[in-house]
């Protein structure tokens, strides 16, 4: 697919002082940890058992009801449209198990729905599809602390103005979050400190039905704005974070990123991000050559501005593409307008692959306003 004409290079040894790192700890736990009381619990609301049907006890109220789902194990009994306003708090143990026979757990059209506190699992929402998948334009919804495993695709597709606040989107065939045509969403830690990693977690997602060059991953999106950050995404089967097709100002920042097989960082053929204060560990060795795999890469991507980060023992350190992309949207997917500075980048593949920029067009990148300055590279690894 790629012929490998390196048009330009551009490499920045400086041996100045180490970015200052993000505020992030150590690793989160890659099993699940058990869920704590909801915070809306203690308001009261209108009991789902896990013996209900759930759709039945929506249907019978207002909209801007809270529902208290009860613990225990709702089997193939919970597939619910809200109405706008609902809330849906989780007892401790509450389990949504699809049973791998219901396509969704929470659906549809409406706007501000929170659901908080809740396990949902094994739901068979067929291709592109998730066990919580608002329509796009269901606005402001609150997904916190949910936990979305073992789905048949996704564990939850975004909405427009969704804030995903903690929780683990982990184990999933396909991908733990994904976004298509949305905008405004928050990826974000449970108490906003970023001095704290307390999710969300979105790890261990596969490739079980289709190849990684479509989909799949940690998180993917396109056309819209989102922010990332506190998240621990890890040892997926395909990229980290992945922007493609004109998403545009984006912040993924104070993130750990960690044993992704493709990519740890990938924002493809968009516009507009700041990628800063994260820490990118050992992704990218899914990669075969030239300079795929980089700990955070730019693909056909203008007005990019990466710093602050802390990269070890990825396959290439931080790398810039241009292609010629004649299957993306306009506008003109140009590597432009990229701005790479004070990253400390450590310990890069077996044999010494790059960070820089590279066109396998015939493109001569010397006049697009590419910069790396006041980085520090390293052969000794700096986990």
């Not at 704290?196 to 989909?215: I, K, R, Y």
């Not at 920042?253 to 097989?261: D, T």
């Not at 990229?338 to 980048?345: E, P, R, T």
Request: glycine fraction near 16%.
């Amino acid at each position: 697919m790629l012929g490998l004409v390196v048009a330009v290079a551009l490499l920045d040894q400086a041996l100045g002082p180490s970015p200052r790192p993000p505020q992030v700890p150590g690793t989160a736990p890659t099993t699940e940890p058990p869920l704590p009381a909801s915070t809306c619990l203690s308001e009261g609301g209108v009991g789902i058992g896990a013996g209900d049907d759930a759709q039945s006890v929506v249907n019978r109220h207002r909209p801007g009801t809270t529902y208290i789902v009860k613990a225990g194990i709702h089997l193939r009994n919970f597939s619910v449209q809200p109405k706008s306003g609902d809330r849906f708090c989780g007892e401790p143990g509450a389990v949504l198990d699809g049973g791998r026979s219901l396509p969704s757990a929470f659906s549809g059209g409406a706007s501000n729905v929170t659901l908080d506190s809740i396990t949902v699992r094994d739901y068979e929402s067929g291709r592109q599809g998730a066990a919580i998948q608002p329509e796009p334009g269901a606005s402001g919804w609150v997904v916190r602390n949910v936990s979305a495993l073992h789905n048949s695709w996704a564990g939850l597709l975004a909405s427009d103005g969704m804030k995903i606040l903690g929780g683990h989107y982990n184990d999933n065939d396909q991908m733990g979050i994904g976004g298509n045509a949305t905008t405004g969403i928050i990826l974000d830690g449970l108490d906003g400190d970023p001095a704290t990693l307390d999710g969300p977690e979105l790890a261990h997602n596969h490739t079980l039905h289709a190849p990684c060059d479509f989909e799949g991953g940690g998180m993917k999106w396109d056309v819209g704005q989102v922010t990332v950050r506190n998240a621990h995404v890890h040892d997926n089967a395909c990229k980290g974070l992945w922007a493609d097709i004109n998403a545009h100002d984006a912040l993924i920042e104070n993130n750990l990123v960690e044993g992704n097989r493709a990519e740890g960082i990938f924002y493809e053929i968009s516009q507009g991000a700041v990628i800063r204060n994260n820490w990118v560990y050992r992704n990218g060795f899914g990669a075969s050559s030239w300079y795929w795999g980089g700990g955070i890469t730019g693909a056909s991507s203008s007005n990019v501005e990466v710093y602050g980060n802390r990269l070890s023992g990825n396959y290439n350190g931080i790398t810039g593409i241009q292609q010629d992309r004649p299957d993306s949207t306009p506008p003109p997917h140009l590597l432009t307008g990229f701005h790479v500075h004070d990253n400390l980048i450590c310990a890069t593949g077996d044999g010494g692959y790059p960070t820089g920029v590279a066109a396998d067009d015939g493109t001569d990148l010397a006049d697009r306003g590419i910069s790396f300055t006041g980085n520090t590279i390293q052969p000794a690894a700096c986990e």
